[in-house]
């Protein structure tokens, strides 16, 4: 399948997204079901457990109360507790209106309503008590208050009950919640250590794929540009922009080669026209000098210039249209460099963009650190609610303690409510205990969270690494352009010197045409031998100036060919 380099990092770059994409999606849905569950855990069970304890603890308050009002003998106190009774009721009915809000299980709304109904029945039995004690019927309401244990039994039932349904559900909460963050723990763990695995390797594989191939095409331009046009042909397997950019190297040196080695054949043979050319001009000069001795060798000296001037009129003319081809084929090799020059510079631009890639990846897995911050703060505000619990399940401890340290003075009477004072204690302790757990796996969350964002960081630092790969490769694409240019440069010095070549070139041919044109009119008559011998001398001068300009730029393109190595 042939790939282009910009598909290539693209495609590597869209997989490593793609995980880390998938990575995101699964630790934001689990982070929600944690956020659900610790939700629950803060509106709905642990608020339930703390309105059970405190209804548990103002339903002791108000038999405590009423046991006090009948053991009472003084009416002022009487009062006083029997206005200590309307506020504890109030608050009952309060915290159970409170309560409520929070059931949503079906099993929760039964006791509760059983535990309504039986508080609604002692409430209305307990008012008969009261009665009988400010009547001063002692009796009657002691065993008014002794026929309601039944039904404060059974509101302790219920009590117990939702207790055990509230840390039950809590527990199972927190478990749940304890469930989705090992199961987001491990799957973040397989993703991004994935995710990192196959960065590491495409990273290597385009590394490899990209720089090696690029390495080559940078060395055999580097000797190109040092004139050794010996160098072997870059050979690159890969079906992209490379393996286009090294057969344009290849090609380039070919015909840089084919080029050089014309500019050498023909360097050679003008020189050697050169000479032969002042050799001619050396004969003629001196046959011009000998016309007015005799009419006869000027004759025989005009017919050999006239011949020998049309060869050297023919061989220039051969020469400035080779000179002309290797021209067009300077010109030719420019522009093919010119177009490698591009290549370059269009690689080095998909070398920034993959750079840009690599930070959105950084910012990705940045942002999720920063989530996972947020859910460790969450459980710190849950830990403070327990703590809260906790000093509630202290307090009523404590007035478990003292009640029955009151049932104990009431002696008989008190039993009842000593067992009752002593179930209290056993609750909040049960409470306490049930606390000290949820701690214990708030802690445990709150460490694991830690050893995520450790996680994360360590993808930050992978991504970062990464990008200073893609910038390093940016710099070999910026290497290639910078040896291109050179060379584009140096050719166009050769093209310039070789139309130099063809420009005195080109005066030869034209003094060639008027030495020609010279040699004519000597054959035509002898009447015009001297003024033709002075012109003919002239031209002489002129072919032999011109002789030595081409000598000069035969010896500066030769210069400047010997760069290379063919």
């Known amino acids: 399948m042939k790939l282009s380099v910009g598909k290539k990092i693209m495609l590597g770059f869209g997989i490593i997204l793609l995980l880390l994409t998938v990575v995101s999606v699964l630790s934001l849905t689990k982070m929600s079901v944690m956020n659900e569950k610790s939700e629950l855990i803060v509106d709905s069970w642990m608020p339930g457990v703390a309105s059970i304890n405190r209804i548990n603890y103002e339903t002791e308050n108000v038999k405590s109360l009423t046991l006090m009002h009948i053991q009472s003998e003084n009416k002022d106190e009487k009062e006083q507790i029997e206005k200590e009774l309307t506020k504890r009721n109030d608050s009952v009915l309060k915290v159970m209106a409170a309560y409520e809000k929070t059931i949503y299980l079906d099993e929760d709304r039964q006791h509760f309503d059983e535990l309504q109904s039986d508080w609604d029945r002692f409430l209305a039995d307990n008012k008969k008590t009261i009665q009988f004690s400010s009547q001063g019927k002692q009796q009657l309401a002691q065993f008014n208050l002794q026929k309601d244990k039944v039904l404060f039994d059974a509101m302790q039932e219920n009590l117990d009950f939702l207790v055990a349904l509230n840390e039950e559900q809590a527990d199972k909460a927190a478990q749940q919640s304890k469930d989705s963050y090992q199961s987001a723990r491990m799957q973040t763990f397989l993703f991004l250590g994935l995710a990192l695995l196959l960065g590491v390797i495409i990273t290597i594989g385009l590394t490899r794929n990209i720089v090696g191939p690029l390495r080559a095409v940078t060395d055999g331009i580097q000797e190109i540009a040092k004139g050794n046009l010996l160098v072997e042909k870059v050979v690159v397997n890969n079906k992209d922009e490379t393996a286009i950019l090294a057969d344009s190297v290849n090609q380039m040196k070919d015909n840089l080669a084919l080029m050089v080695s014309k500019i050498v054949g023909i360097s050679q043979t003008v020189n050697q026209q050169s000479e032969e050319l002042t050799q001619i001009s050396n004969e003629v000069k001196i046959g011009s000098e000998q016309i007015s001795s005799t009419m006869q060798e000027l004759a025989g000296g005009a017919e050999e210039q006239a011949s020998a001037v049309q060869d050297a009129a023919e061989t220039m003319n051969d020469l400035n249209e080779e000179i002309s081809d290797i021209e067009a084929s300077g010109r030719h090799l420019n522009e093919e460099s010119k177009q490698v020059y591009t290549g370059a510079t269009n690689g080095r631009e998909l070398m920034n963009q993959s750079v840009s890639d690599m930070e959105n990846i950084t910012s990705i897995v940045v942002d999720s650190m920063n989530k996972v911050k947020e859910l460790d703060h969450k459980n710190a505000e849950i830990s403070k609610l327990v703590n809260v619990i906790e000093d509630i399940s202290n307090q009523t401890n404590l ?159 030769v210069q400047l060919v010997n760069q290379f190595k063919v």
Do not use: C
């Open 399 to 557: 007035l478990a303690l003292n009640a029955a340290i009151e049932a104990a003075r009431a002696g008989e009477h008190g039993k009842g409510f000593a067992v009752v004072a002593d179930e209290v204690r056993k609750l909040a302790d049960g409470v306490s205990q049930s606390v000290n757990e949820i701690t214990t796996i708030i802690e445990g969350i709150q460490n694991d969270s830690k050893e995520i964002v450790a996680t994360l960081q360590d993808g930050v630092e992978q991504s970062k690494r990464g990008n200073e790969q893609m910038k390093a490769t940016g710099g070999t694409f910026t290497q290639i352009s910078t040896s291109v240019s050179d060379m584009v440069s140096s050719i166009e010095n050769i093209v310039q010197g070789i139309s130099g070549v063809k420009t005195g070139g080109d005066r030869i041919s034209q003094y060639n045409e008027e030495l020609s044109s010279i040699s004519e009119e000597s054959a035509a008559g002898v009447e015009q031998t001297s003024a033709s011998v002075q012109q003919q001398l002239a031209s002489m001068e002129a072919i032999a100036s011109s002789t030595a300009t081409l000598n000069e730029l035969s010896e500066e393109l």
